[in-house]
Structure formats: structure tokens, C-alpha cells
């Protein structure tokens, strides 16, 4: 199966702007979705399509793709978003895979 | 709103099978063009996708565990189900049941195409193989 490849950790200054990448050959045929999980929680649904936003997700939170990488980008990161985010897609038509994980600190 | 709870064993004995539930309440599970999904993540790793189920009875399943894994639909219950055979230590984890959705993207005279999210999670249930 495929595999999805995210940096494993990334530091942002508190308001600052902070892009989480994910790159994969899948991405080049499905867009990605992504996910946030604070410890000790389910993930949940932050971005999905060409940049999506479920319900009560702020928009600050957007998403981007080009070739082989999906982006996630949080425009003035505040504390509350210090979590895990993880990038998903299907995979061969009917699988889903999902990145490693980025562990995001805002400082 | 549509809502999911994982039910089941928190320990499994190695060798054994682990049988997990999900319930679906708040609506029907046979409706809209979901997928029902199930999600692992050992403590202090990532997200693994373990297979999904139609309403028809349709599934697919990580490659890796493929010849594990069974997942099995009731709708007269508004349940999905896991089973995973012969668990090792290493089935550790907690399990989370997703509901599984797609939206139209664009048409074209090839296709639809859409994209795909896991827009509603169950909030997991914790399954120990140990003896």
C-alpha cells in the first residue's frame, strides 16, 4: 500500500502562520484530509476536499495541495492548537492511509 | 447528529479473537453514502485504518492486516463490528470506529470523482492483549 510522509514535529510562534505537509503519491490522484487529536481524544475532522471546513472549525485552519503534497496551513496559530495532526487519503481507490503524525507546539 | 460508541472486551488474551461494536445512533446507518471505518493507534503512535464496510456488506481492509480482519454490518441494530484473530501484544491499542463520507468534487465524461474524510469519530476504546 501506499505511504503517507509528514515531518514529525513542528514549532510555531503563538500568531504566527505554521504549514503541516504530508506528501505521498496518493495525493496526486485523491485530495487529503486532516485531522487534529489532543492527547487522550479522537481525532477530529479539520480539513477535507480542496479546503474544507466541518462545522464550527475556524477558519484560520486551510488546506492546500500540489503534486505529490498536501498542506495544512494555520494562520495565527493560537495555544488551543497545540495537538497532533495527521493526513489522510485514499489509497489504490477503496483504501484509506494516514500519515504519521505531526505533533504541533505553539510557543 | 449522528453519533458513534465503541463497546467491547478491554482485554483479549493472546491468541484470541478481539470483538469490538460500534453503535450508531442519531440516524441510520444505512443512509447516505457512507463507509463504516475502523481506526487502531497503539499509545504513543500514529493512526493505522484497519478496513471499512458498506451497508451492502462491501468491505476492504489494510493489506497488513487483511487476513486478520473481518468486519461485519447489522443494520437492523444501527452496529458495525471488528473481529481481529490470533492477537499478539502488539494489537495493543485503542480502537476507534469513524463513519466514512464522500462529497462530489466534479463530473466529467469519465466519471465521478469525489473526495473522501472521516467526518464523525467514536471516542475509542482501549483493548490490551495480555495474558
Known amino acids: 500500500s501506499s505511504e503517507l510522509t509528514q515531518d514529525p514535529a513542528v514549532s510555531v510562534a503563538l500568531g504566527q502562520t505554521v504549514r503541516i505537509t504530508c506528501q505521498g503519491d496518493?495525493?496526486?490522484?485523491?485530495?487529503a484530509s486532516w485531522y487534529q487529536q489532543k492527547p487522550g481524544q479522537a481525532p477530529v475532522l479539520v480539513i477535507y476536499?480542496?479546503?474544507q471546513r466541518p462545522s464550527g472549525i475556524p477558519d484560520r485552519f486551510s488546506g492546500s495541495s500540489s503534486g505529490n503534497t498536501a498542506s495544512l496551513t494555520i494562520t495565527g496559530a493560537q495555544a488551543e492548537d497545540e495537538a497532533d495532526y495527521y493526513c489522510?487519503?485514499?489509497?489504490?481507490?477503496?483504501?484509506?492511509?494516514f500519515g504519521g503524525g505531526t505533533k504541533l507546539t505553539v510557543l | 447528529q449522528v453519533q458513534l460508541q465503541e463497546s467491547g472486551p478491554g482485554l483479549v488474551k493472546p491468541s484470541q479473537t478481539l470483538s469490538l461494536t460500534c453503535t450508531v445512533s442519531?440516524?441510520?446507518?444505512?443512509?447516505?453514502?457512507?463507509?463504516w471505518s475502523w481506526v487502531r493507534q497503539p499509545a504513543g503512535k500514529g493512526l493505522e485504518w484497519i478496513g471499512h464496510i458498506y451497508t451492502s456488506g462491501l468491505t476492504n481492509y489494510n493489506p497488513s492486516l487483511k487476513s486478520r480482519v473481518t468486519i461485519s454490518v447489522d443494520t437492523s441494530k444501527n452496529q458495525f463490528s471488528l473481529n481481529v484473530t490470533s492477537v499478539t501484544a502488539a494489537d495493543t491499542a485503542v480502537y476507534y470506529c469513524a463513519r466514512d463520507s464522500r462529497s462530489l468534487d466534479y463530473a466529467d465524461s469519465s466519471g465521478y470523482y469525489y473526495y473522501y474524510y472521516m467526518d464523525v469519530w467514536g471516542k475509542g476504546t482501549t483493548v490490551t492483549v495480555s495474558s
Open positions: 476536499g480542496k479546503s
Open positions: 442519531g440516524g441510520s446507518i444505512s443512509s447516505g453514502s457512507h463507509y
Open positions: 496518493s495525493l496526486r490522484s485523491y485530495y
Open positions: 489522510n487519503c485514499r489509497d489504490r481507490g477503496v483504501d484509506q492511509v
